[in-house]
């Protein structure tokens, strides 16, 4: 999982050092699976999804193998690092392994791509697609170095496939019954993501929010916000069932809309439909006890959702569009129906001082206290280049860091917060904190023992030790 090599990398030279080094373990059981997947399927054409930085080097390996195999088999590369980071693409070695790269959803380029490939359509119609102009036909005189070729993007605008159309997806060849469960943890609610297989699915395409500052909100897939009917989904869902005999889904959506997952649940409970599913939401008023109740009844079993930093000034910052009260009225009523429900946090915000981390951390852990989150995770705040903070650091109160000329991955910037406060020290108090309320450990504790490690003294918290319990107590 080599996510160095491809996370915000600006030149493709430690992926390609790294590919020509010799083998390693994984990587000769990899190089074994891919010749035994080739002679069994007889591809002419491989498409290769790299959902995360730390897969590129592995989908890379499986090219090189299939190209030292058979270079007549066009290979593609997309997927949700190339979507994020590859935008500005300009390094042609790459296109020694792959020979096209298709940005956002994938539907179109390859209706595109594939119709190219059938001689139907001419290469400047292809959509979102990069490609490696060939490389200079002549050999270059003795001295200036090998010609390597340039990198093309090219775009024939052409309609989006609607995501009601979009299709069911398909697991269909994939030994499921082999799939590997990994428990790393005992909390019920954390190790969903790893203990046993979901069918994953989306309830939308997009965000329908799309305004938090730290988010890619400027990418397609958050900006571009498309639902489909709760009879769709439904239709999906049985489809599934029916293909990989699971009936558990993950909802995979980056905050899917209240009004269609209420609209699911209803047609999940008027065709009987029994399935476990979980997913991720904003923690918006929207989500009425009564609501929670009807997910519950649908099949809900747990909730994931961004509190980020409780603190309404750095939420008022981030245009998260909830207050810490709110996510304690909402998380409570999906605790209240039975549904478990995880908090993504984040610490480091540009101008967030130490008072605001001590009193984020009593307001989780008052959350904890009160049973409205059973489980938590403390990210550090990243700058994007595709967010409103990396597009308008100012507006923030930071400087970015030059990066240098970039011609393979851009995501994180670096950048200077004149607060100049610690957020690596407070991290490690953050996890430990968070680690040991989700087991139930600590909750009465001061948070100020998690920074002990520490110098010099850490502010008391400015949130009264009730705040959440008072703010539960009050009529929403
Ligand atoms: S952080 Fe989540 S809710 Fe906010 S814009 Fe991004 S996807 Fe939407």
Redesign the pocket.
Known sequence: YAESLASSQPTFEPMAAALAAPFTLVDEILHTLTLATLSQHKPDLVLLSVPFPGALYAALRIAQTIKAQNPHITIALGGGFVNTELRELAEPRLFDLVDFVTLDSGERPLLALMEYLQRKRSKQRLVRTFVRESPHPNPLPEGEGADAGTVRYINFVEPEVPFEEVGTPTWDGLPLDRYLSLLDMLNPMHRLWSDGRWNKLTVAHG?Y????S??D?SLDY?SRYETASAATLADRIETIVSETGQTGFHFVD??APPKALKALADELISRQLPISWWGNI?FEKTFTPELCQLLADSGCIAMSG?LEVASDRLLTLMK?GVTVEQVARVTKGFSDAGILVHAYLMYGFPTQTVQDTVDALEYVRQLFENGCIQSGFFHRFSCTVHSPVGLDPAAYGIELIPLPPVTFAKNDIGFIDPSGVDHDALGVGLRKAIYNYMHGIGLDEDVRAWFSHLPGKVPKPTVGRNRIAKALAQPA
């Open positions: 965000c929010w799309k305004k938090c730290f988010c909100v958050i980056e905050a904003r961004g998260k």
